[in-house]
């Protein structure tokens, strides 16, 4: 009964200290540097990063030679009949037991094969290249989905700070209402009416909590954090906006930096080497070959019981292949992979180039709209004061009291969503132009 009552105290004292701990507070920068560190996709990424780097060495290209160490036991039971030719006299053996034991090293070196060599060699270093560019580009996907995700918990805890006025405006009406309808000076629609949008505020608060729980999640997921439901604080309490950037600073810096268009680039010299390791067959090919074994073979009916050989063995191939029937369409398809690697850079180039441009027109539009939002919400601000003030008074309906309270509100939310779509388009702007990772200084 005491254990009992002691482990039930420790599980107790335990489950208050995790209570009792304080959510962490943070920034765009803690989180990004916390997701490069954690993300599960991004460390799978590097990882297979070192595997092509591992793969770049000079024995996978085939440089190097190859060394076996080699050891055999043979033996044969027959049963023999021999002629002599001169007096016609047949011998017959029955159980004939020939052994033969063999040691070695052999050593295989191709010397040269028309340049494949060297061409294998240069592809596996422009592979780990390749590995690299990858890292880089899951690197700066990932900054900008931790970015736009961080600023989505910062708009959704906006949000929910102005659904909480709603709702406390939206009580204290209806407190007034209620009062004012007892003593007779409103009617009972005024009444009813006061009460739905008193509930339809609240449920829009719940709904609201709701967003921005899944907010925290998605952030907390990104992170690879242990507890994807861990609460935690943003530092920023606003979303703010550049509005420095310039269209062909980002256009230059698109041409390169951008990651993507690096990683076509790298396919075209890829797609070259293909064509140079077909066009190698085209060479001859020199070998060599040596050795250093050991040789015993055991005779059961030779005019010689053994026999051993130890010693060096030696040569060297040329050749030089004539025909194998799948040269001449090897050529023409690296040859096409060749053009279809250039016209990929081309067509990509062309995407970048709408893309910023589509991006540069959301933007610019996004800032204008800014500025309109904010002289709108200046004006919304003291059309709701008037408002209260001749509603307090009872100059004012409660239809017209909501309609001043639902501008209010939707010039917030419209200044929000203007706020966050023009930081999505600066985040995408900056990604494109390789640039996404000042978000980390």
Same mark, same amino acid.
């Given at each position: 009964m005491k254990r009992t009552l002691l482990s039930f105290l420790i599980i107790l004292c335990t489950a208050l200290a995790v209570q009792a701990q304080p959510a962490p507070v943070y920034t765009l920068k803690s989180c990004l540097e916390q997701g490069l560190l954690n993300n599960y996709s991004l460390r799978i990424t590097r990882n297979e990063q070192q595997v092509s780097k591992n793969n770049a060495t000079l024995?996978?290209?085939?440089?190097?030679?190859?060394?076996?160490?080699?050891?055999?036991?043979?033996g044969t039971l027959d049963n023999t009949e021999t002629k002599l030719r001169t007096t016609g006299e047949t011998t017959k053996e029955n159980g004939v037991f020939d052994q033969t034991v063999d040691a070695g090293i052999n050593l295989s070196w191709t010397i040269f094969d028309g340049f494949n060599i060297t061409a294998n060699y240069q592809k596996l270093k422009e592979l780990e290249r390749q590995g690299e560019t990858n890292t880089r580009i899951a690197?700066?996907?990932?900054i900008a989905n931790i970015a736009a995700e961080y600023y989505n918990y910062v708009q959704h805890t906006i949000r929910l700070k102005n659904f909480r006025y709603a709702v406390s405006?939206?009580?204290e009406r209806l407190r007034i209402v209620e009062e004012r309808y007892h003593i007779g000076n409103f009617s009972r629609l005024d009444y009813q009416q006061a009460k739905v949008d008193f509930n339809a505020d609240s449920a829009q608060y719940m709904k609201q909590q709701e967003l921005l729980h899944t907010s925290r999640i998605q952030l907390n997921e990104l992170m690879a954090s242990e507890d994807v439901d861990r609460p935690f604080i943003v530092e920023d309490s606003l979303?703010?906006?550049? /509005?420095? &950037?310039?269209?062909?600073?980002?256009?230059?810096a698109t041409l390169q930096a951008n990651a993507a268009l690096l990683k076509t680039?790298?396919?075209n010299t890829l797609a070259r080497l293909d064509y140079k390791k077909?066009?190698?067959?085209?060479?001859?090919y020199v070998k060599m070959n040596g050795g250093y074994g050991y040789t015993l073979n055991k005779y059961d009916i030779s005019a010689n019981s053994r026999r051993?050989?130890?010693?060096?063995?030696?040569?060297?191939?040329?050749?030089?292949?004539?025909?194998?029937g799948n040269r001449r369409r090897e050529l023409r398809n690296a040859r096409i992979a060749v053009q279809n690697a250039r016209l990929e850079r081309e067509q990509?180039?062309?995407?970048?180039? /709408?893309? &910023?441009?589509?991006?540069w027109q959301a933007y610019q539009n996004n800032l204008q709209m800014l500025k309109l939002e904010r002289q709108n919400l200046v004006a919304a601000k003291e059309n709701h004061e008037i408002a209260m003030e001749r509603y307090m008074l009872g100059n004012l309906s409660g239809i017209e009291m909501r309609e001043a309270q639902k501008s209010l509100l939707d010039a917030e939310e419209r200044i929000l969503s203007a706020e966050y779509d023009t930081k999505l388009c600066e985040i995408s702007l900056l990604q494109i132009s390789g640039r996404v990772e000042q978000y980390l200084e």
């Open positions: 024995a996978n290209a085939g440089y190097l030679p190859t060394l076996d160490l080699s050891t055999g036991y043979k690197i700066e996907d990932l405006l939206s009580k979303i703010n906006v550049s /509005a420095k &950037l310039n269209f062909d600073e980002l256009w230059n680039e790298q396919n077909a066009s190698s067959r085209d060479y001859p051993s050989n130890l010693g060096l063995n030696f040569g060297v191939t040329v050749g030089f292949n004539l025909f194998d990509l180039e062309q995407a970048l180039r /709408a893309d &910023l441009s589509n991006l």
